[in-house]
T-cell receptor, first 113, second 113 residues
Framework: GENVEQHPSTLSVQEGDSAVIKCTYS??????FPWYKQELGKRPQLIID?????GEKKDQRIAVTLNKTAKHFSLHITETQPEDSAVYFC????????????FGKGTRLSVIA | AAGVIQSPRHLIKEKRETATLKCYPI?????VYWYQQGPGQDPQFLIS???????DKGSIPDRFSAQQFSDYHSELNMSSLELGDSALYFC????????????FGNGTRLTVT
């Protein structure tokens, strides 16, 4: 089955700096890659997703890049703000069929004001 | 917009008791997923349903069972509870299966004493 590795497990950045979180996946058949943000004690919330037919997607301060050949994808947050502090999970699944999302272990991002 | 509704929000049970968690997906969503999240861990996939039929099975213990009803709501039944079952249980729904964004409920925090 799919295995998703996520790095780093913790990340501290100064407010206004950029943050990058990287994930690798094992199943070359996976082609849907969402990112979720989870604040303490709350539900995971989808912040951005990318499919294998594109290499990059951007939404304001958030961008995701995908390298299908290398089987890795990354989340980039620019101009970080204290409210960006949370745990971020990457995930992977196939774009069809019954396969559920497999999550990475998460990255705890702390933005220091 | 309507979101995924889970009940109860909190549940305290003793060892060997049973518990039932309920999930009401977003209207028109045909797929329901159950995830278990321990403290500081990533969500672990338990089981999913598509159009009221079991779709995929993850790390769900034999002591647990689930079903999806004709109105698309789902219930997770947990028997012979163990201390290790204490966790946040999330239900998520999507329109379609693989490759569709998952929308999570606020979760049920189960504490087994």
């Amino acid at each position: 089955g799919e295995n998703v590795e996520q790095h780093p497990s913790t990340l501290s950045v100064q407010e206004g700096d950029s943050a990058v979180i990287k994930c690798t996946y094992s199943d070359s058949a996976s082609n849907y890659f969402p990112w979720y943000k989870q604040e303490l004690g709350k539900r995971p919330q989808l912040i951005i997703d990318i499919r294998s037919n594109v290499g990059e997607k951007k939404d304001q301060r958030i961008a995701v890049t995908l390298n299908k050949t290398a089987k890795h994808f990354s989340l980039h947050i620019t101009e970080t703000q204290p409210e960006d502090s949370a745990v971020y999970f990457c995930a992977a699944s196939m774009d069809s069929g019954n396969t559920p999302l497999v999550f990475g272990k998460g990255t705890r991002l702390s933005v220091i004001a | 917009a309507a979101g995924v509704i889970q009940s109860p929000r909190h549940l305290i049970k003793e060892k060997r008791e049973t518990a039932t968690l309920k999930c009401y997906p977003i209207p028109r969503h045909d797929t329901v997923y159950w995830y278990q999240q321990g403290p500081g861990q990533d969500p672990q996939f338990l089981i999913s349903f598509y159009e009221k039929m079991q779709s995929d099975k993850g790390s769900i213990p034999d002591r647990f069972s689930a079903q999806q009803f004709s109105d698309y709501h789902s219930e997770l039944n947990m028997s012979s509870l163990e201390l290790g079952d204490s966790a946040l249980y999330f239900c998520a729904s999507s329109l379609g299966r693989g490759g569709s964004p998952l929308h999570f409920g606020n979760g049920t925090r189960l504490t087994v004493t």
